[in-house]
């Protein structure tokens, strides 16, 4: 298990997301130093009274230079520049990570030098109150961080970050940055775009001298709580995503339109079928966020040392939805390469980690965590 105790780490932009960053690794990793940079006195003033920093930096580079491990928490489009003025600054051996929305044009524009020492996040989580002053400690618990990391990723870099993020509470899964892009795109920059457009909609009502909004009950008020998000900050992602951003806006119009078919032709069949596939959809969501680990087992995985194999290996199985708990690689030597320990939950887990690894042609095997302990 890493040891954080002597860690500093670098918060680049202490907004909501890098405030609650800093809280939790002071409280739960007992991080004894956390420099922040924010654009303004202001918000790091709040910060160091918040207790979510311990040190101000007047520059990127000021902050990035005594860091061992460097969040970048600026808006996405700034993201890419903000990790080269930091990577310039900061020791060969600092991680470099970020916790943008966007993760693809990112990713694709690395160097082969750039991702030895950046692996690409994002937590799924927030809130629709922004500010340093929202920040709180729990923010990140049980969230899923999605980390994204190019075919040169340092392994011990990776699984020091994974660490790093599994004990502040959230749950680190790697994935493909295309795969991440488009599913965010579905999943929250969509809900976003029909949560404003759903409230303009509505705020352009007046009937009989009453405002339409006035009337507004919990089914409106929870399909737009993300509206008027920071316009700024969303804009930004939307831009950045703008391809799979417009190919779910196109599906959805095409949902919308058969709706509207089956609305106009009054075919209830077809309207009860709609809502009955949502329940189902929105129940299997539900019962996977109450799903309870149970024991824990070692998929071991011999690996040969040679680009991509680490980020091969780990995204494969975040796309199958397997969640790896923990991880550690032991190095044997540059020609045989080493071993990769994946933690899981369940047996029936590590049992699919393996045939989908095998399937592949890794010699994987899981065996019980206590006995991977021992032995």
């Known amino acids: 298990m890493p040891d954080f ?3 500093t780490i670098a918060i680049i932009g202490v907004g909501l997301m890098g405030g609650s960053l800093g809280l939790a690794a002071r409280e739960r990793l007992d991080v004894p130093r956390v420099i922040g940079y924010s654009r303004t006195a202001r918000t790091l003033k709040q910060a160091l009274e918040l207790g979510a920093i311990t040190d101000e930096a007047g520059s990127v580079e000021e902050a990035a230079a005594d860091a061992d491990i460097i969040f970048v928490a600026t808006p996405v489009r700034s ?3 903000v990790i080269r003025q930091v990577m310039a600054a900061s020791g060969p051996g600092t991680i470099v990570t970020d916790i943008g929305s966007t993760k693809s044009g990112l990713m694709h524009a690395l160097t082969a030098a750039e991702e030895k020492r950046f692996i690409g996040g994002h937590p799924v989580c927030g809130s629709e109150t922004a500010g340093v002053g929202n920040s709180r400690e729990e ?3 049980n969230a899923t961080w999605f980390l994204t990391s190019g075919k040169g990723v340092d392994p011990s870099n990776y699984e020091r970050l994974h660490g790093f993020i599994s004990r502040i509470g959230a749950l680190p899964t790697a994935i493909d940055p295309d795969a991440h892009d488009r599913i965010m795109a579905l999943v929250s920059h969509l809900p976003h775009v029909l949560a404003n457009s759903a409230m303009n909609q509505v705020g352009g009502v007046n009937l009989d001298g009453r405002e339409a909004l006035l009337s507004a009950g919990p089914s409106f008020k929870d399909l737009t709580r993300v509206a008027g998000s920071n316009p700024n900050v969303w804009t930004d992602i939307f831009m950045e995503n703008r391809r799979w951003l ?3 806006l196109h599906e959805h119009r095409d949902s919308i339109d058969r709706i509207i078919a089956a609305v106009e032709a009054g075919d209830e069949t077809a309207l ?5 596939e949502a329940a189902a959809n929105h129940n299997r969501m539900l019962e996977a966020e109450q799903l309870i680990p149970s024991e824990l087992f070692v998929v071991k995985v011999p690996v040969f040392d040679r680009p991509g194999v680490f ?32 933690v899981v939950s369940g047996s029936e887990t590590g049992s699919r980690a ?5 399937a592949l042609e890794y010699d994987a095997v899981a065996v019980p965590y206590t006995d991977a302990e021992t032995g």
């Not at 393996?354 to 095998?358: A, E, K, P």
């Open 5 to 7: 105790s002597n860690t």
């Open 79 to 81: 993201i890419l520049e």
């Open 139 to 141: 923010l990140f618990d």
């Open 246 to 248: 417009g190919e779910a």
């Open 272 to 276: 009860t079928a709609m809502i009955s």
């Open 311 to 342: 980020s091969q290996v780990t995204v494969v199985l975040g796309n199958a939805g397997i969640n790896i708990e923990d991880l550690s690689f032991h190095r044997i030597s540059a020609e045989q390469g080493g071993v990769l320990s994946l």
């Open 354 to 358: 393996v045939g989908i690894l095998q």
